[in-house]
């Protein structure tokens, strides 16, 4: 049974960082691909940062510069460090992943980010 576990949120003064953790265990972590999304109270969900299987990275123009998303597939593990946070930041982020050419995909259980002063 594929898990995925997540880890690393918290409360960080703005300006500060943060990195997020996502563990796959019970599959091949390097046929999938890795996505992080957030939530914040009366928003929708939305894409945060975006790992193919080849390492490719893509991310919203909200965290362009900021965050930075990699992955070790000899771990099952892909991790997003998020510098310079803002109070716009804080949300549950979720991680996420997909199986290549499948429309199968699990999520994580998600972890609170709290950017305030």
């Known amino acids: 049974q594929v898990q995925l576990v997540e880890s690393g949120g918290g409360s960080v003064q703005p300006g500060g960082s943060l990195r997020l953790s996502c563990a796959a265990s019970g599959t091949r972590f390097s046929n999938y691909r890795v996505r992080w999304y957030r939530q914040s109270p009366g928003k929708q969900r939305e894409l945060v940062a975006d790992?193919?299987?080849?390492?490719?990275?893509d991310y919203a123009d909200s965290v362009k510069g900021r965050f930075t998303l990699s992955r070790d597939n000899a771990k099952n593990t892909a991790s997003l460090q998020m510098n310079s946070l803002k109070p716009e930041d804080t949300a549950v982020y979720y991680c996420n992943i997909r199986l290549v050419l499948t429309h199968y995909g699990i999520w994580g259980q998600g972890t609170q980010v709290t950017v305030s002063s």
């Open positions: 790992i193919d299987t080849d390492g490719m990275t």
